[in-house]
């Protein structure tokens, strides 16, 4: 007779058994929907490249919003996509911007939701890069003061709208300082920053730059996104970020960099969050569509990777999914 703990069976044998003894668990208050809301629309537009999102006008986002509270999700990420858009970014942070509106609007019709606000001048800019540029001929220059400047305008703009929660997803070097100061300097010191601390140069990103306008008209954000290859340099990045006062983290692109992720949450202990991002997204929906993967499993189970990678939240467009799929389990 074997000794009972070399039997792992016996742990694996009913439904009952299963659940009581799982190390790893999943639930719709670990959830932070991205939703995308448009200053050009009176309606819904659907983004070809990811079945089941689409831009919203104020009004569409409003019921969104409340459908996403009523099913149990804690958080919303808002992205916004201006009528205008120029080299200097304004729309991003005047007082009645796309974004400020939008905060307004949901914080009247469901005040409890968390609106997290992504801080970034890229929906913003004629040219889509994520700040300020310098073009020499063929040759350009993302200036990253001057960029930091706008930042801190746009996220203090922000928490005057009533933004619960401050994410800047631009990485220019010294952001998280200055936002931080901007933010105390107006009063707002008890809004907390969450850091894209680390965040790669992916090609994952594709579907989102549809849904958000945001591609860049002309070269790559290599010179101030992370190199996929290097899991050090990510480190350092968070490091500084947490010095300068980031009080949650975010780990973006989410598959292909969990050991990022187990890394970051080992060693700054902080709240931290996975982004699934769009490409993640857009290629399981591709896959299901032809009958490749049976996408509700595919999606727990990347879901409950990221779980056991470390992830306190999950930025995810199966949000509503998720918390309708989680009631069943
Ligand atoms: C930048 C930003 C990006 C995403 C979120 N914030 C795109 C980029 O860096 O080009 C991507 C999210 C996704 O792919 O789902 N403002």
Redesign the pocket.
């Known amino acids: 007779m074997l000794p009972l703990t070399n039997r792992p069976r016996r742990l694996r044998s009913t439904d009952n058994m299963r659940r009581l003894v799982r190390e790893t668990r999943l639930d719709s208050n670990q959830l932070i929907c ?1 939703v995308f809301v448009s200053e050009k629309l009176s309606g819904r537009s659907d983004v070809t490249s990811m079945p089941g999102v689409a831009q919203l006008s104020l009004n569409d986002l409003r019921d969104e919003c409340l459908l996403i509270a009523d099913l149990g999700i804690p958080a919303i990420l808002l992205f916004g996509i201006p009528n205008q858009k120029d080299e200097l970014a304004s729309q991003a942070y005047v007082e009645n911007g796309i974004v400020q509106e939008a905060v307004r609007a949901i914080k009247r019709a469901v005040p409890d939701l968390i609106v997290i606000t ?1 801080v ?1 001048l ?2 913003y800019t004629s040219h889509g890069h ?1 700040g300020v540029v310098a073009k020499d001929g063929e040759k350009f220059t993302v200036l990253n003061d001057a960029s930091v400047e706008l930042l801190m305008k746009t996220a203090v703009s922000h928490a005057a709208a009533g933004a619960d929660i401050i994410a800047p ?2 990485m220019m070097d010294g952001r998280i300082g200055a936002i931080r100061s901007a933010l105390d300097a107006a009063g707002y010191d008890q809004i907390p920053i969450m850091s894209y601390a680390s ?1 790669f140069c992916s090609a ?2 594709g ?3 549809d849904a ?1 306008e ?1 591609a860049p008209q002309f070269g790559d ?1 290599r010179a101030y ?1 992370m190199d996929p290859a290097n899991a050090l340099e990510a480190l350092r990045e968070v490091a500084l970020d947490v010095e300068e006062g980031a009080e949650l983290l975010i780990v973006k692109p989410g598959l292909p960099y969990l050991d990022i992720l187990w890394r970051i949450k080992e060693r700054f202990e902080l709240p931290t969050a996975v ?1 699934n ?3 993640e997204y857009a290629m399981v929906k591709a896959a299901a569509r032809s009958g490749w993967i049976e996408e509700k499993r595919a999606v727990l189970e990347m879901m409950t990777g990221f779980r056991r990678a470390g992830a306190d939240m999950i930025i995810t467009y199966w949000a509503k999914d998720l918390a309708v799929w989680l009631k069943d389990l």
Do not use: H, L, T
Request: with cysteine; hydrophobic share 20%.
């Open positions: 991205p992504d970034c890229c929906e994520c997803s631009d965040k994952f990103y579907p989102f730059r958000a945001s954000r996104q982004y991002v769009s490409g």
